[in-house]
């Protein structure tokens, strides 16, 4: 899924790192057999620096649903984690299948977590 204007949250910070979070993962979805495992392990290292920078913007704003965001943010490492050793023994196909997912997850959790976090964010900076 490429990045549209309906992806931004007017925090610069955090729409440049969810428009390369979405570059990957829709690089991933076109990747050969020999490009995927590289590629999988640069989303892997991507979206755990991405989620931690939310959690250093989620404490700097008081964000008050700072668990239920980081519980979502450890439940997708933990799966990501989980994928990415199938991907060292070779096996890429349900790591090719969670890839596909992605696009998914991401529009609810943009629309829903990450929404209200830049709210968040917009109002303690204003």
Known sequence: MPWAERHALGVAEMD???REFL?????LQ???DADFPALFARLHVHTRQHFENEERLM???RFPAIGEHNSEHLRVLGEL???ARGVAAGRLGLARQYVKGLP????T???TMDAALAGCIKRSAG
Request: net charge negative; aromatic share 12%; hydrophobic share 55%.
């Open 16 to 18: 440049a790192t969810h």
């Open 23 to 27: 570059d990957m993962a829709e690089a």
């Open 30 to 32: 076109a990747a050969s």
């Open 59 to 61: 404490k700097a704003s």
């Open 81 to 83: 984690a989980h994928f």
């Open 104 to 107: 998914g997850w991401f529009d």
């Open 109 to 111: 959790h943009l629309a």
